[in-house]
């Protein structure tokens, strides 16, 4: 697994450690202090982390998308240098040349 891979797979953790933080805050915790609204601060969290998720996947999906059309032009490539190889003549099979 590469560093990239492990990039997104962290985006995805931690956005989901938001939500579930923000979830127990919002809908768990009944103290209320008065310097903070705990409720309000769930519902931010788990706002933040739909978002984080949401752009995770897109990048992932963009890159995904991107290393499959670059793999179908490798093998758009690859097939063409087949049928040339098969083209040429053989080197049995060239005239030789006469200088």
């Known amino acids: 697994m590469d560093t990239e891979d492990e990039g ?4 995805i953790g931690g956005s989901i450690f ?6 127990i805050l919002k809908f ?3 103290a209320s202090p008065d310097w903070i609204d ?19 996947l897109s990048f992932w999906r963009s890159k995904k998308s991107a290393e499959a059309q670059t793999s ?6 690859n ?10 003549p053989a080197p049995e099979q060239r ?3 006469q200088g």
């Open 79 to 88: 097939a063409a240098r087949r049928e040339a190889r098969r083209a040429e």
């Open 8 to 11: 997104w797979q962290m985006g």
């Open 28 to 30: 768990a915790v009944k």
């Open 18 to 23: 938001l939500l579930v933080l923000g979830a």
């Open 95 to 97: 005239k030789p040349q």
């Open 38 to 56: 705990l409720q309000v601060t769930g519902v931010i969290l788990m706002i933040a982390a739909t978002v984080g998720i949401v752009i995770t």
């Open 72 to 77: 179908q032009e490798i093998r758009r490539t």
